[in-house]
């Protein structure tokens, strides 16, 4: 069984003293119920991966994971955070190939892949982000379009490393829009990813891999999303950054 996670997405938002007190709050929050089933990560700056990381020490089933990682192993790539380093941290997350990083950074699936490839070797695992641009799903090309991306990147992996992969379809048009996909096409999509995955790996990698929805997941569509067949839960931007909706979100779940 593909194991439950609700991962927040904090991107570049808060400093330090807003990243622990929301961090508190949601911990405090969490504390009155927290059901070790679901896997809680917060994806935080890298600044703050420590600080947090202590904080959420000792609570069960939260982990802290970073927002993006180095496709270079090491060496002279000034402002650059490897694998290794998030690995010395005893970070066990890290968001790979996100829309943003895509579109705003020009980030390449044969980038994205170095990305995973490093992480996985360092037992970090890539939350892998996919997702077709609006252009494509008008064209009715979006199943392709996104089974392209994995098939250029995570699908490469042997199988033992792909099992330590978390996959999260993000419709580039549904993120931070306030227009989430309708269930229909969200089931559409996650069905597709993982037939695709058993055609490469198998039934049972297949079956236990988490498939995560992002794009404007908020407390009111949250339950309704995470019941659809084939989605394990959410990446969660925005709503993350209130302690309250995170946790309903987080306890929409079952
Ligand atoms: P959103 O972001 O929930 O604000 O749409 C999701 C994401 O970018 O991961």
């Known amino acids: 069984m593909a194991q439950n996670i609700i991962a927040a997405n904090w991107k570049m938002n808060n400093d330090e003293y807003s990243s622990k007190k929301l961090t508190y709050e949601f911990l405090k929050l969490l504390n009155r119920k927290n059901d070790p089933k679901t896997l809680k990560v917060l994806c935080v700056p890298h ?5 947090i990381d202590n904080m959420c020490t ?27 380093m998030l690995k010395s941290l005893g970070i066990k997350y890290v968001i790979i190939g996100h829309s943003e990083r895509r579109e705003l950074f020009s980030e390449t699936n044969e980038e994205l892949l170095n990305k995973v490839l490093l992480s996985v070797e360092r037992n970090i695992s890539p939350i ?9 799903r008008n064209k009715n090309n979006h199943l392709e379009y996104v089974i392209n991306q994995l098939k250029e990147t995570v699908l490469k992996l042997n199988k033992e490393s792909f099992q330590k992969v978390i996959i999260a379809y993000e419709p580039v048009w549904a993120i ?5 996909a309708s269930n229909e096409e969200i089931e559409e999509m996650h069905v597709a990813i993982r037939k695709t995955i058993k055609q490469k790996f198998g039934s049972s990698v297949s079956k236990n891999t988490s498939i995560l929805y992002g794009g404007s997941v908020n407390v009111f569509n949250a339950k309704e999303i995470f019941k659809i ?20 979100i987080v306890n929409s779940i079952s």
């Open 47 to 51: 600044p703050f991966l420590l600080s």
């Open 58 to 84: 000792g609570t069960e089933s939260v982990f802290v994971g970073a927002q993006n990682c180095s496709s270079f192993k090491q060496g002279a790539f000034t402002g650059e955070v490897s694998a290794v």
């Open 128 to 136: 892998f982000c996919c997702g077709e641009p609006l252009i494509f």
């Open 176 to 180: 931070g829009s306030g227009k989430t």
């Open 229 to 248: 067949n084939d989605v394990n839960g959410g990446l969660i931007g925005g709503a993350s950054l209130q302690a309250q909706e995170f946790i309903d």
